[in-house]
């Protein structure tokens, strides 16, 4: 492939503006198989090589533009990683755990890769292979972090596109190490593995986020353990039982391992965090200082498995998260921001590292307000494409209720969810469940475990619930690390 003579020109350009990575998203599964084929190839040329992609990032009408612009052959790539396009491709359904590959942007010196200004397929888009049609990019624009930063008006240039022709090979994406999938060049320095399978150890935690509704439509009854309460101390509850069971999980050879780094959110009219006594205010905390920071200890009824079969005792539990029900606000958009933060803050720390990704477990009994469903689904994507090299995070949305409802656990389509909008909404914001899962959710929903699950459920009483956040905080532990 020829090169260009006049290269100098752009590095400086590139240079000026800090851009040292080009981004391509595409879906987990199809890492595969880009591996396997030593390099990204446009969809014409899997096409014309017989390459199965598993989630393509476009749909039809994406391609039928392609063709009527001749970009078929061309690999797009963009000059940021928060591309608006992946979160449209998220909610379409095309992609469900998206990753974020990372182009040397040498890539560009090939005499036959072509600028695009603003999505190439648009109308008004300015297309060419020089240093001038280059120049016309908006950089100060492409270099936003997020294209809700920058103006309307230089909203369609925050899109612009370097597109590639026929392949971009192996050895220019810059991050394919980071996933966990053999490479044939490199057999020794990555060993093959599926993704969701990483240990836990001290120096590969895990973390978990646990996003409660206290809202005030939460104070409503409902029976636990033949013990009338409110749904939220019902849900209070069952979250300080899940939160001491990941402790315990975690106490080895007399001491408290840093096996999971916990967190509560809880969310009204203002989103907080949610731990109550001395560990009020933090985010993130360590299995050993919930042992040594207990809130308080109450006496409660828990079901006991008896040779005789199950019976209720009095039990005395450790609390650290307390019942909250007021307000008439559900601001869910403003949890998810918390959440994020929180994210972003262990992402540092772990995201390039063999962790088995965060989970957050959104616990609601009703519609969300103080946003729109498309802002908030937004959030949700930003959430789901936060990655670790084992996998994305996880992000569960759960509802429950005091009513008898049709009950929907972890659906595997929308046609499961009839006319039902509010099914739908939480069917989008879930993730696709890893296929770890599917046995555990099989035997709950006594279906084929052959299928792939959304983390989602709908009129949920809270015996489901504790099921489900049992299914939801996995074991990986290496007991010996």
């Given at each position: 492939m020829s090169q260009r003579t006049d290269w100098a020109r752009f590095k400086a350009v590139l240079d000026r503006y800090n851009i040292t990575k080009l981004y391509h998203f595409t879906d987990r599964e199809n890492l595969e198989s880009i591996i396997a084929n030593g390099g990204l190839y446009s969809w014409a040329d899997c096409e014309q090589k017989g390459i199965t992609i598993k989630r393509p990032g476009g749909g039809l009408l994406s391609r039928d533009l392609d063709r009527e612009k001749n970009l078929q052959s061309y690999v797009r790539v963009s000059f940021t990683r928060?591309?608006?396009?992946?979160?449209?491709?998220?909610?379409?359904?095309?992609?469900?755990?998206?990753?974020?590959?990372?182009?040397?942007?040498?890539?560009?010196?090939?005499?036959?890769?072509?600028?695009?200004?603003?999505?190439?397929?648009?109308?008004?888009?300015?297309?060419?292979?020089?240093?001038?049609?280059?120049?016309?990019?908006?950089?100060?624009?492409?270099?936003?972090?997020?294209?809700?930063?920058?103006?309307?008006?230089?909203?369609?240039?925050?899109?612009?596109?370097?597109l590639i022709k026929n392949k971009i090979p192996l050895e220019a994406i810059t991050n394919i190490g980071n996933f966990g999938i053999s490479i044939p060049a490199k057999p020794k320095q990555i060993q093959s593995r599926e993704a969701y399978t990483a240990q836990i150890t001290r120096s590969t935690p895990t973390a978990f986020i646990f996003m409660i509704d206290h809202s005030v439509s939460m104070r409503r009854t409902t029976v636990l353990n033949g013990e009338t309460v409110t749904l939220a101390e019902a849900v209070a509850r069952i979250v300080n039982q899940q939160i001491n069971e990941l402790v315990l999980r975690c106490v080895k050879n007399n001491e408290v391992r840093h096996y999971y780094d916990i967190a509560v959110i809880g969310y009204g009219e203002t989103a907080y965090y949610g731990w109550n006594g001395e560990l009020e205010g933090r985010g993130f905390v360590s299995p050993e200082e919930l042992v040594q920071h207990p809130f308080k200890t109450i006496t409660i009824r828990e079901e006991k498995k008896t040779r005789r079969g199950p019976v209720i005792k009095e039990v005395q539990k450790t609390q650290w998260v307390e019942a909250c029900h007021t307000g008439s606000w559900t601001h869910l958009h403003k949890a998810f921001d918390l959440a994020k933060e929180l994210l972003e803050e262990w992402m540092v720390k772990y995201g390039t590292k063999n962790c088995y990704p965060p989970t957050i477990i959104n616990i609601t009994d009703g519609q969300f307000n103080g946003t729109t469903r498309e802002d908030l689904l937004q959030q949700a994507n930003e959430i789901k494409?936060?990655?670790?090299?084992?996998?994305?995070?996880?992000?569960?949305?759960?509802?429950?209720?005091?009513?008898?409802?049709?009950?929907?656990?972890?659906?595997?389509?929308?046609?499961?969810?009839?006319?039902?909008?509010?099914?739908?909404?939480?069917?989008?914001?879930?993730?696709?469940?890893?296929?770890?899962?599917?046995?555990?959710?099989?035997?709950?929903?006594?279906?084929?475990?052959?299928?792939?699950?959304?983390?989602?459920?709908?009129?949920?009483?809270?015996?489901?619930?504790?099921?489900?956040m049992d299914i939801g905080t996995p074991t990986n532990i290496v007991a010996s690390k």
């Amino acid at each position: 492939m020829s090169q260009r003579t006049d290269w100098a020109r752009f590095k400086a350009v590139l240079d000026r503006y800090n851009i040292t990575k080009l981004y391509h998203f595409t879906d987990r599964e199809n890492l595969e198989s880009i591996i396997a084929n030593g390099g990204l190839y446009s969809w014409a040329d899997c096409e014309q090589k017989g390459i199965t992609i598993k989630r393509p990032g476009g749909g039809l009408l994406s391609r039928d533009l392609d063709r009527e612009k001749n970009l078929q052959s061309y690999v797009r790539v963009s000059f940021t990683r928060e591309h608006p396009m992946m979160y449209v491709a998220m909610n379409d359904g095309r992609i469900a755990n998206p990753v974020i590959l990372e182009i040397d942007p040498t890539i560009m010196a090939q005499t036959t890769s072509l600028f695009a200004d603003r999505n190439a397929t648009k109308r008004g888009a300015l297309i060419g292979n020089t240093f001038e049609d280059f120049y016309r990019i908006h950089f100060p624009t492409v270099i936003a972090n997020k294209h809700f930063n920058v103006s309307e008006d230089e909203r369609p240039y925050y899109q612009a596109e370097v597109l590639i022709k026929n392949k971009i090979p192996l050895e220019a994406i810059t991050n394919i190490g980071n996933f966990g999938i053999s490479i044939p060049a490199k057999p020794k320095q990555i060993q093959s593995r599926e993704a969701y399978t990483a240990q836990i150890t001290r120096s590969t935690p895990t973390a978990f986020i646990f996003m409660i509704d206290h809202s005030v439509s939460m104070r409503r009854t409902t029976v636990l353990n033949g013990e009338t309460v409110t749904l939220a101390e019902a849900v209070a509850r069952i979250v300080n039982q899940q939160i001491n069971e990941l402790v315990l999980r975690c106490v080895k050879n007399n001491e408290v391992r840093h096996y999971y780094d916990i967190a509560v959110i809880g969310y009204g009219e203002t989103a907080y965090y949610g731990w109550n006594g001395e560990l009020e205010g933090r985010g993130f905390v360590s299995p050993e200082e919930l042992v040594q920071h207990p809130f308080k200890t109450i006496t409660i009824r828990e079901e006991k498995k008896t040779r005789r079969g199950p019976v209720i005792k009095e039990v005395q539990k450790t609390q650290w998260v307390e019942a909250c029900h007021t307000g008439s606000w559900t601001h869910l958009h403003k949890a998810f921001d918390l959440a994020k933060e929180l994210l972003e803050e262990w992402m540092v720390k772990y995201g390039t590292k063999n962790c088995y990704p965060p989970t957050i477990i959104n616990i609601t009994d009703g519609q969300f307000n103080g946003t729109t469903r498309e802002d908030l689904l937004q959030q949700a994507n930003e959430i789901k494409s936060e990655f670790t090299n084992d996998g994305n995070v996880l992000l569960w949305n759960i509802h429950v209720t005091p009513d008898t409802g049709e009950r929907l656990l972890f659906p595997v389509s929308k046609a499961e969810l009839g006319n039902n909008e509010y099914a739908k909404l939480l069917f989008d914001m879930s993730s696709l469940l890893p296929p770890r899962y599917a046995n555990d959710v099989a035997q709950l929903r006594n279906v084929a475990d052959d299928k792939r699950f959304v983390a989602m459920a709908t009129n949920t009483e809270m015996s489901t619930l504790i099921q489900l956040m049992d299914i939801g905080t996995p074991t990986n532990i290496v007991a010996s690390k």
